[in-house]
């Protein structure tokens, strides 16, 4: 059973950058490809990056691409999400999870309980 905490989170302007963190535990870290989603108020959760049990590939939903950096530490069991020019429209509810395939949508086992991210214009 691996437990996932996620931290960083908080209230930024709009151009500002935070970077989230998400902490696993009880389980073997390596052994999972990690994905970050969000979940804003009357929306579904969608997808936002995932990264290789390796680290060695990414990929983004494109409403991030070029401003968010999905990265992981394997050493420390800690999954990272650099926000960078962040944007009213990502406000929301950011969830870490790991799964057992490199994939935007599909084998996530485990979910963290989520850090708000509020971006004011």
């Known amino acids: 059973q691996v437990q996932l905490v996620e931290s960083g989170g908080g209230l930024v302007q709009a151009g500002g950058s935070l970077r989230l963190s998400c902490a696993a535990s009880?389980?073997?870290?390596?052994?999972?490809?990690m994905g970050w989603f969000r979940q804003a108020p009357g929306k579904e959760r969608e997808f936002v990056a995932v990264i290789r049990r390796s680290g060695a590939s990414t990929y983004y939903a494109d409403s991030v691409k070029g401003r968010f950096t999905i990265s992981r530490d394997n050493a420390k069991n800690t999954v990272y999400l650099q926000m960078n020019n962040l944007k009213p429209e990502d406000t929301a509810v950011y969830y870490c999870?790991?799964?057992?395939?490199?994939?935007?949508?599909?084998?996530?086992?485990?979910w963290g309980q989520g850090t708000q991210v509020t971006v004011s214009s």
């Open positions: 009880g389980g073997t870290f390596s052994n999972y490809a």
């Open positions: 999870a790991a799964g057992q395939y490199y994939s935007a949508t599909v084998g996530y086992n485990y």
